[in-house]
């Protein structure tokens, strides 16, 4: 099995730095080669100077900002090298320009396997990594993305969302080869995945009864590979009902494939995980 390739966007606020964190403690089956990127966007200063009459002084004002986004990635550079080491992380920080969303796009094509990025960034005037960048994120680059919403902590309850679809079998495999369920300390616990397979309020109760067994037998296989394993097949909203459970669990991490069913199975993922993205209050791991 090979070193996974991650590829982690920062921009200096803490959940840059938290992504980066994330990915030490995640239990992955190897250490990863982790590739930081920090990007400036010097064309998203003139944006908003477009609609206004050119003043004096705009230039000097122009040249100030540039000056200012130079020295911040100079600073963010500096820090993200120090916290590789200090995390214990191989690979290497590089800092690159243009659009941030099509630069992280362009980056993860790389033999990159997995984006680790913050759910926020620094504030509205750096539009850096602010939640539209790490949802157009999702939709749009080719391999796995992990949106970090919170400092890392050890990964001890895992939400495993499941709709049937080839994604979503993905994000099993995910579990099974790119993780290990036991974090190397004594007496420990495995990690706990609770399997959560929603269905809409219909009327089929054969659809049911498949909604069960591929649950079920989705955690037989996660409990041979050594984790704890709870079921949870519900009926109900599957976005409000993944939330819900990961609430309750109180998740460490959600995992969940990038799409769903496709037209006819609209009621699971797609949409669903963006709206999981959006709105859970844990980090959201969206397998591809």
């Not at 080719?142 to 939400?159: D, F, K, M, T, W």
Request: charged fraction near 20%; glycine fraction near 6%.
């Amino acid at each position: 099995m090979h070193a996974m390739n991650v590829l982690v966007a920062t921009d200096g606020s803490k959940y840059g730095k938290w992504a980066l964190e994330w990915v030490s403690e995640l239990p992955l089956a190897q250490a990863p080669t982790v590739k930081v990127l920090h990007i400036v966007d010097i064309g998203a200063l003139r944006a908003p100077l477009v609609v206004q009459p050119v003043v004096v002084g705009t230039e000097r004002y122009l040249k100030a900002e540039i000056a200012r986004m130079e020295a911040h990635a100079k600073k963010t550079k500096q820090e993200a090298i120090e916290m590789m080491k200090s995390l214990h992380l191989s690979g290497r920080v590089v800092m690159e320009r243009g659009p941030v969303a099509a630069t992280i796009i362009k980056a993860a094509k790389r033999g990159i396997q997995l984006v680790a990025v913050g759910s926020r960034g620094l504030d509205a005037l750096d539009r850096f990594m602010l939640g539209s960048i790490s949802t157009h994120a999702i939709h749009h680059v080719s391999c796995s993305v992990l949106v970090v919403r919170e400092a890392p902590r050890p990964i001890r309850q895992v939400v495993l969302a499941l709709d049937g679809s080839a994604p979503s079998k993905k994000a099993v495999q995910f579990l099974l080869r790119s993780m290990r369920p036991w974090e190397d300390v004594p007496d420990q616990e495995p990690i706990t995945v609770t399997v959560a397979h929603i269905m809409p309020f219909l009327k089929y109760p054969e659809l049911r009864e498949a909604g069960k067994a591929m649950v079920e037998e989705c955690a037989n296989k996660l409990a041979r590979a050594g984790y704890m394993v709870e079921q949870s097949p519900k009926l109900g909203n599957p976005a409000d009902e993944i939330l819900n459970i990961a609430q309750e669990r109180k998740a460490d991490l959600i995992v969940t494939g990038a799409k769903g069913l496709g037209a006819i199975g609209r009621f699971l993922l797609g949409s669903v995980s963006t709206r999981v993205v959006q709105h859970a209050t844990c980090s959201v791991l969206v397998v591809r």
